[in-house]
C-alpha cells in the first residue's frame, strides 16, 4: 500500500500483546514505514553495555518503567539521528510513549518539527492469553524480530531466520515479572489514552490473536492514510 499522506503512528498495548508482531506487518505492507520500539532500543544498549544499557537492564528485570526524560530523550535523539524528524516522514513507535508525561514530551518535541503524532492505536488483547506467548518468546536482539515456539517458531531451531545468529530470551518474560509489568501497563494506560482522545487521534483494535487484530489494523490506517 501506498500512502496518500504522512502516517505517524503509536502502538499502545500490554506486554505481549503483539505491537512488536503488528510492526513488523505493517512494515511489509507500508514500504515508506519506519518504525523505533523503545524496548529494542533498550535491549541493544544493554546488550552494547553503554551507560544507558547498564541503568536499563535493572529496571527492565525488574518490569519497572525507566525515567520519563531519559526515554524521552532516547527516542527523540533517535528519530533525529534517523532524519524522520520532518513533516514527511512516515514512522510509528511501539512502546514509547508509555505514561502521559512521556505523551506531552514528546509532543512537545515533535511540535517543533511540524511532525506530531497523527494516529495512536491500542491493540486490544484478553489478559488470559498473553502469559504463555511471551513464557515461550525468543528474540533476535540486534534487529528486534520476535518469535514464539508455537505461533511462528524460527525455521531452524534458536536462530534467526534472516540472519542464522542466536536466539535469545528477555530477562523479562518471566510470569513474575510479566505480572509487574502488565500492573504498570493498567496503571498508566488511562491517562496515556484519555491524553490522545482529547487530541481525536485515539482508535482500538480487539482480538485474540495477531490474525485477527493485523487486518483491522491495516484497513484503519488504509482508511484514514492509504491510496489503495
Ligand atoms: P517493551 O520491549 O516495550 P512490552 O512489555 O511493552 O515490552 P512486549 O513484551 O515487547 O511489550 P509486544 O511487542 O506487544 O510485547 O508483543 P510481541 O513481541 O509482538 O508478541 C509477544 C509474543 O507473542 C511473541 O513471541 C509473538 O511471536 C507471540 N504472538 C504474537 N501474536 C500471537 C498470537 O496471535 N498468538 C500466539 N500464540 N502468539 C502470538 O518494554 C520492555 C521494558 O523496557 C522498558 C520497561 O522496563 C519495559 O518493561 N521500557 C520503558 N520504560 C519506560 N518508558 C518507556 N516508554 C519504555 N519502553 C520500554
Ligand atoms: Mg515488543
Known amino acids: 500500500m501506498s500512502l496518500v499522506k504522512p502516517l505517524r503512528l503509536l502502538l499502545l498495548g500490554a506486554p505481549g500483546s503483539g505491537k512488536g508482531t503488528q510492526t513488523s506487518r ?60 520532518s513533516p514527511d516522514a512516515t514512522w510509528l ?26 494516529l495512536v492505536v491500542e491493540l486490544d488483547v484478553p489478559e488470559s492469553v498473553i502469559l504463555e506467548r511471551i513464557e515461550n518468546r525468543f528474540v533476535h536482539v540486534p534487529s528486534g524480530r520476535v518469535y514464539n515456539l508455537q505461533y511462528n517458531p524460527p525455521k531452524v531451531p534458536g536462530k534467526d531466520d ?11 518474560d518471566t510470569a513474575e515479572v510479566f505480572g509487574k509489568r502488565l500492573q504498570q501497563y493498567k496503571s498508566t494506560l488511562a491517562p496515556l ?33 492509504g491510496a489503495h
Open 26 to 85: 505493517l512494515l511489509k505492507k507500508i514500504p515508506q514505514l519506519h518504525s523505533i520500539s523503545s524496548g529494542d532500543l533498550l535491549r541493544q544498549e544493554v546488550k552494547n553495555k553503554s551507560e544507558i544499557g547498564s541503568i536499563a537492564s535493572s529496571y527492565i528485570s525488574q518490569g519497572k518503567l525507566l525515567p520519563d526524560d531519559l526515554m524521552a530523550k532516547l527516542v527523540v535523539t533517535n528519530l533525529k539521528q534517523s532524519g524522520w524528524l
Open 93 to 118: 513507535l511501539d512502546g514509547f510513549p508509555r505514561t502521559s508525561i512521556q505523551a506531552e514530551i514528546l509532543n512537545n518535541d515533535l511540535q517543533n518539527y511540524k511532525a506530531e503524532l497523527n
Open 193 to 225: 489514552k484519555e491524553y490522545y482522545a482529547n487530541k481525536g487521534i485515539l482508535e482500538t483494535v480487539s482480538g485474540e490473536t495477531s490474525d485477527i487484530i493485523f487486518p483491522k489494523l491495516y484497513d484503519l490506517v488504509k482508511r484514514k492514510f
Open 162 to 172: 534472516v540472519t542464522g545468529e542466536s536466539l535469545t530470551k528477555r530477562s523479562d
